[in-house]
Each structure stands twice: as C-alpha cells, then as structure tokens.
C-alpha cells in the first residue's frame, strides 16, 4: 500500500495518503468542470474508473448554437455552459423553451419556442434557484422569400419552410410540409399562422428535398438544394371560373387611345398572301408601270415580295380593311398592305409580380372610335396601352405590340367610373436585347426542357403588369432574345423598371404552357439593358473604361494596346 499515485483525467492529484488497503486520500488537481477519469498506479499496477469525480464550477451560461432561428420556434439550441441539472428551465425572450435535456453539467439541448423578429436574451433557471442569463444572444428572424425559392447558409441542423398563397402571397396556415419522401421521418409537420414550419436535427445536413401541400392547393416540391431556407408557392385551385376573385372591388377607367394610325408602323404585309384588294388597286402586280395602277396611285417596291400598285391616301378611312394609311419613300402617302389587323389595348396594373401571375387585370379592346373601358383595382394604378397589329393567320391570332402609351398615377375608389383618361402611344416597342441564363439545369428525359423569360415591368408606386403578349423562350441555347421592347424608360416612364424572372422550365405540350419540375432566378430593379464598360489589363491591374459604344463587341484585334480594332453588332467596327 505503499507508494500510491493518482490521476483526475490526465493531471496527478497531490497530498496521496493510503489509509487502508481499501481506502486512501487525495488533493485533486485544477481540473475542467465535467466528468472525469479517476487513476490509481501502485506496485506497476492501475486501476481506473470512468467518470469517477466531477468538477463543478460556478453555474454559468456561456454561449448557445446556433445564435438565430425561425420565428415560427422550433429550432434546436445547444446550450454551454456550467452547473446544468435536470429539471432546469430555459427561456428565450419571456417564452419558454421545449424538449430541455441535459446532457452533461456543461452541456444542455432544446428546442426554441415562437418569437418576434428581434435580438432576445436567454436565460436558464435552476432549480436551486440560480438564474444564469445570457445577454441578447440569439436572434429571430422571419426566413420567407417573398419570391420563393432558397436563400441563407446551408442546410447543418435547421431547415425553415415558408408556404405562401401564390394568388395573394398571404402564408398559408396549416399547410403539410414533409422532408424528402419517408412518410415514418420526424421531419414533417404543418406550417403555423405565419405560414412558416422548422426542423431542426444533428443528422439535417446536406443536400434535401421538401415538399408541401393542402386542400384546395396544388403540391409543391423542391428538389436537390442546400440552403437552409426555403419557399414555396401553392395555387388555389378550388375557386372556379376566372375574372375578379369573389367580392374584390373594381372600378372602371375610360378614355381614348390616341395615335394608333400615327405611332403604330409595322412593316408591310405579304401581298402574294393577301391578293390584289377589293378596289382593284392595293397589291396588283405592276412591274415598275404607275399607269397600271391608275391616276394618283403608284407601283412601288414592298419590302422583298416585289413591285405593287400603292392606292393614295389622306386618312385611313381611304384605305380598305387590311391596308394602312402610311409615309412611303418619296414622301408618297399610301395605302399599305398591313401584317394583320391594326389595333390598340389597354389594362391596368396590379400591385405587384405575384399578384399579376396569378389574377392579371384584363385586357380592354378599343372600339372603331379608339375608345376603351379598362377595369382597375382601386387606388392608384398605370394605364398601360399597346397599339399593333393582330395576325389572324395563328389559331389563337398572334398580336404584336409596336407601341405602348401610358398613363401615370390613375386614381379610382371602389365602384367608380373614372372617364376622359386618354393615352398616347408615343413609345416606339423597336428594342431588340438578348438576357443569358448562367448554366441552367437541362433534363430531356424529365425535364426541365427549355428556357423562358418572363418579364414584367413596375410602374414603382403605380403597380406591375407583365408582358403576356409574347413570352420569349430559347429550346437548345442559354441565350433568350426579346423583340418589341420599349425602346427607352423616359417620358412617362422615367422610374420604371424590369423584373426578370428567367429560369429552365418543362414544356407541356398537350396543354401549351410552362410546367414543372422547372427552376427559376429573379433579377429586380433593372433599369439599363446595356452600358458602355470595358475592362482592360495594365500590367497586373484591371482597369474600367467608359468607351461610349453600348452595342455589343464580337472581337478584338490589335498590334499593340494603343491601337485595337473592334468589331461588333451592326457592323460596327471601332478603333481605340
């Protein structure tokens, strides 16, 4: 018994006295506060017990993981700290935590209850009365996307799930919401009232996918991402029949349109498609003879279909169904052959994207007089006009949109005719740009199969409303091409802007329209299409060069960095 040793953990106690075979007494060393593994060595001999002495410190909360979560509780917490007993409480803000386990003296888990967005501190209360608080240490915040989809760190732990009504952008209540497939997962539940649901778990890592649904609402997943916030839009699909929703008040915007015979100058139709016109005239070959056309007519060349007769003509009136009153070369005015019917609509803006996806304002057609009546939300909204030229050769016809008109700061009160609002279609719609998607997902097999941009245009305080006279696609290449843009946001239009939503969608054939699976991108706030920057390498710097040229360079050439030739859209060729 003589000559003892003992260990707390690594580290030798001092003081050793053996006051029996069976018994002896020591001075432990400085020690971590936990369980630790007690050592006696004697004679070449050791004998150990796990666990064996516990240091205690002075109760005390030192940090807690993670430091934020949803607002809708839930989260999984881990607490650090000193002297956790069981039976003690913890508290985030005034609201108590779930599911408190302790698991060593150090270390304590729960789950945090529902909290308003802010900074609260949290407190942990111990049955021997001690209170240990943590200072602002942990943060709610709201993990919505108002335009769906992912954001924030990825997933270690915690995954939030918001669920919005796609018609409204309102959270859906009580919506079930499942990670993955397996339906025995601890990962399921329903969303709160805030429309929002977390998990939280230590084997919540990785890649997921998470669904939702309810009555009345279609299904939504999303598949293959890492992020740990995540929403999703559910239609309602029990409501029949189109129009207003039920008991949504309108009002009525009237006026005319001016300038459609004007502004509104498409190029010249096909006259070996439309035949020679009822008075004889319009579109009868002539080969180069004005003496075929008859007194004050022309033969004239129309575009690249060839040589026919032109009718003269004051106003439109002069010129039968099909044909424009309109400037010729020469400064000879004429009836020419059109690519459709000419014609102008207006509608109102809605207050915003999701709301003009789901219930856009409709379309009003001007009468012969070129007088509208368009309904609106009530309150303060644009009147957007187009004037074009609708081809009826495309089951449904085809309209295309070669100026727009608008009207700013429109407003009405719920069951009012607001009249003499007139609209002048001054804005040319002849800007041709190209927007590239970033390596978009392509899936042949199970889509998605192509790519689409949809494009809205926010009036600022005034609303949205959303191009859905032409929705520009590309089926093999990244790059979608938009024709008949505004060609300048000035005049009326000095504060709008684009909102993009572009993405790789699923083609439904049978019902001729964008489905899933399909992933999209947003890009708000667009203002300029082009700029005049390049960049350009001074030894080891990058520079920025305001060059003044906006179209776009295909290619460079040079004998030296002082003198470089460039080549570009249009046929420009610029030098510098």
Not at 48 to 74: H, I, M, R, W
Not at 403 to 420: D, F, I, L, W, Y
Not at 571 to 576: K, N, P, R, S
Request: a negative charge.
């Amino acid at each position: 018994t003589k000559g003892a040793a003992v260990r707390f953990g690594g580290l030798p106690a001092t003081s050793v006295k053996v006051v029996s075979a069976t018994t002896l007494t020591a001075q432990t060393p400085p020690g971590s506060p936990g369980p630790c593994t007690v050592t006696v060595v004697q004679g070449g001999h050791s004998a150990s017990l796990a666990n064996g002495f516990v240091y205690e410190a002075e109760p005390g909360l030192y940090a807690v993981d993670p430091d934020q979560g949803s607002t809708s509780g839930g989260t999984l917490v881990r607490l650090f700290g000193s002297g956790f007993v069981e039976g003690m409480e913890v508290r985030f803000g005034s609201n108590p935590a779930s599911h408190v386990v302790v698991e060593t003296p150090t270390r304590a888990s729960c789950r945090t209850p529902a909290g308003a967005m802010g900074t609260v501190d949290v407190t942990v209360s111990l049955p021997g009365g001690d209170v240990l608080v943590l200072p602002k240490s942990f943060t709610y915040f709201d993990p919505t996307a108002l335009y769906g989809g992912t954001w924030g760190s990825q997933v270690d732990g915690t995954l939030n799930v918001a669920v919005l009504d796609s018609g409204n952008g309102a959270p859906i209540p009580d919506a079930y919401v499942i990670v993955w497939t397996d339906p025995k997962t601890t990962y399921q539940g329903y969303t709160g009232p805030d429309g929002v649901v977390s998990f939280s778990g230590p084997d919540l890592n990785g890649s997921q996918m998470v669904s939702a649904s309810k009555d009345c609402y279609d299904a939504a997943s999303l598949v293959a991402f890492d992020a740990s916030n995540v929403t999703l839009y559910l239609t309602y699909v029990c409501a029949q029949g189109g129009g207003m929703p039920p008991g949504m008040p309108t009002s009525l915007i009237t006026g005319k349109v001016i300038g459609l015979d004007k502004y509104v100058i498409p190029p010249p139709g096909n006259c070996w498609l439309l035949g020679t016109a009822p008075d004889g005239v319009g579109c009868l070959p002539c080969w180069g003879d004005d003496s075929m056309c008859g007194l004050g007519n022309k033969c004239m060349q129309i575009a690249d279909y060839g040589q026919f007769c032109v009718k003269a003509c004051k106003v439109q009136a002069d010129c039968p169904e099909g044909y424009g009153c309109m400037g010729a070369p020469g400064g000879f005015v004429g009836c020419m052959p059109l690519p459709g019917k000419k014609l102008a609509k207006c509608r109102t803006t809605t207050p915003d994207a999701m709301f003009e996806n789901q219930q856009p304002m409709p379309w009003a057609m001007a009468d012969g007089d070129s007088h509208y009546e368009a309904v609106a939300i009530p309150g303060t909204v644009a009147v957007v006009c187009l004037g074009g030229i609708e081809d009826a050769s495309y089951s449904p016809p085809q309209f295309q949109p070669y100026a727009m008109g608008v009207k700013r700061h429109v407003s009405s009160a719920p069951g009012q005719t607001v009249e003499g609002v007139n609209v002048l279609l001054n804005v040319p719609m002849d800007r041709r740009f190209r927007v590239y998607l970033d390596d978009p997902p392509r899936d042949d097999i199970n889509g998605p199969d192509a790519n689409a941009l949809l494009i809205y245009y926010d009036f600022a305080s005034d609303g949205v409303i959303g191009q859905d006279w032409d929705l520009p696609w590309s089926f093999n290449s990244p790059e979608i091409v938009v024709e008949h843009a505004p060609r300048a946001f000035t005049g009326d239009l000095y504060d709008v802007t684009y909102t993009f939503m572009a993405g790789a969608f699923t083609l439904d054939l049978a019902a001729a329209k964008l489905s899933t699976p399909y992933s999209i991108s947003l890009r708000k706030g667009v203002s300029e299409l082009d700029d005049d920057l390049m960049f350009r390498l001074d030894g080891s710097t990058w520079s920025v060069v305001r060059t003044g040229v906006r179209k776009d360079i295909y290619g460079l050439w040079g004998a030296s960095s002082k003198a470089v030739f460039a080549v570009g859209q249009d046929g420009l060729v610029w030098f510098f």
